[in-house]
């Protein structure tokens, strides 16, 4: 699927415990303008329902567990995250859903923009609209 990657980061341990280092274009393929975390979600809540139109981003689940529709009109996957060495890259024109969190979760997101909320499609027929055209082969 276009835009989307997972990454495993180096998780480096002893009898101090565990510790991940992330550094903008080394283990994030961008530069990182933006930080936000998720959290204390229920788990039955079902979060996201949009895309962006150019925005790149990581995420972690740095505590417990989450599922994340991906999908594009031609395509749909569900990748779960339950690793803080594991990543999810999502780049632009990809629907995005979160569910499934579990107690505890932790999600982290870092983005390659600044918050701009022209940058956001939340109306899924727009996106659909959009989406075709932008993975026109």
Known sequence: ??????H???KF????????ALEEMKQIPFTVKRVYYIFDVEEDVRRGFHSHLELNQ????VSGSV???LKTPY???IVELNEPSKGLY????????????TPGTVLLVLADELYDE??????YEKYEVLAKEYFKE
């Open 90 to 101: 999502i780049g632009p024109m990809i629907w995005r859903e979160m569910f499934d969190f």
């Open 75 to 77: 395509d749909e996957k």
């Open 118 to 123: 022209a940058e956001y499609i939340r109306n």
């Open 8 to 10: 495993s980061f180096s």
């Open 58 to 61: 990581m995420l972690i689940c």
């Open 13 to 20: 341990s002893d009898e101090y415990g565990s510790l991940i």
């Open 1 to 6: 699927m276009k835009n989307i990657g997972t």
């Open 67 to 69: 599922k994340i529709l």
